[in-house]
């Protein structure tokens, strides 16, 4: 049974900067392709990076060239390197499969950014 936990959110200032880590069980990881998603609040859960499980990577165009999506498969972890955050990155964010999703979410990671 796949089991996903995500870490690493936290409080930043604008500017500032997170790296967000999702451990991955209970499966072959690395047949995967991960994504990194978040839902700010009163707003629909979005697709924000993924990494196919070659490593070529894709960005929601609002986090382009400030996320960075990686992974470990000796580890079994996903990442996301956050620079330069905005207020509007504000959100929980998800790991999971990519386009589609594992069927359930885990309880994802806090970052908050103030201005």
């Known amino acids: 049974q796949v089991q996903l936990v995500e870490s690493g959110g936290g409080l930043v200032q604008t500017g500032g900067s997170l790296r967000l880590s999702c451990v991955f069980s209970?499966?072959?990881?690395?047949?995967?392709?991960m994504g990194w998603y978040r839902q700010a609040p009163g707003k629909q859960r979005e697709s924000v990076a993924t990494?196919?499980?070659?490593?070529?990577?894709n960005y929601a165009d609002s986090v382009k060239g400030r996320f960075t999506i990686s992974r470990d498969n000796a580890k079994k972890t996903v990442y996301l390197q956050m620079n330069s955050l905005k207020p509007e990155d504000t959100a929980v964010y998800f790991c999971?499969?990519?386009?589609?999703?594992?069927?359930?979410w885990g309880q994802g990671t806090q970052v908050t950014v103030s201005s």
């Open positions: 999971n499969k990519a386009y589609g999703g594992f069927g359930f």
């Open positions: 209970g499966s072959i990881f690395s047949i995967y392709d």
């Open positions: 990494i196919i499980s070659g490593g070529s990577a």
